[in-house]
């Protein structure tokens, strides 16, 4: 028999009440994250304004998918290689 009053325990009200509560930050914040990315938003800016091209590397796929949000929320313009970029003879 399964106990359908579980809503009336008030344990389990609290518990899945959390639930309602939790919510994720703006992608739009991201660049607040990190010092490093607010510093990286005033250099690429100073850069574009003197038509100047950067490069980005790091050794960590997890950065690059940051990089790729932060880039792609500033309307950057990137090419991403890595060993997933497609090699084109």
Do not use: W
Not at 30 to 37: A, H, M, N, Q, R
Not at 53 to 61: A, V
Request: net charge positive; glycine share 4%.
């Amino acid at each position: 028999m399964v106990y359908n009053g579980l809503n009336r325990i008030p344990s389990v009200q609290r518990y899945f009440s959390l639930f309602k509560t939790i919510s994720f930050p703006d992608r739009k914040l991201v660049e607040f994250d990190s010092g490093k990315l607010i510093k990286l938003a005033s250099l690429l800016k100073r850069l574009k304004s003197n038509k100047s091209k950067c490069l980005i590397f790091t050794q960590m796929t997890k950065m690059l998918d940051i990089l790729e949000i932060f880039l792609n929320l500033h309307g950057y313009k990137y090419v991403r290689l890595d060993g997933s970029t497609k090699v084109i003879n």
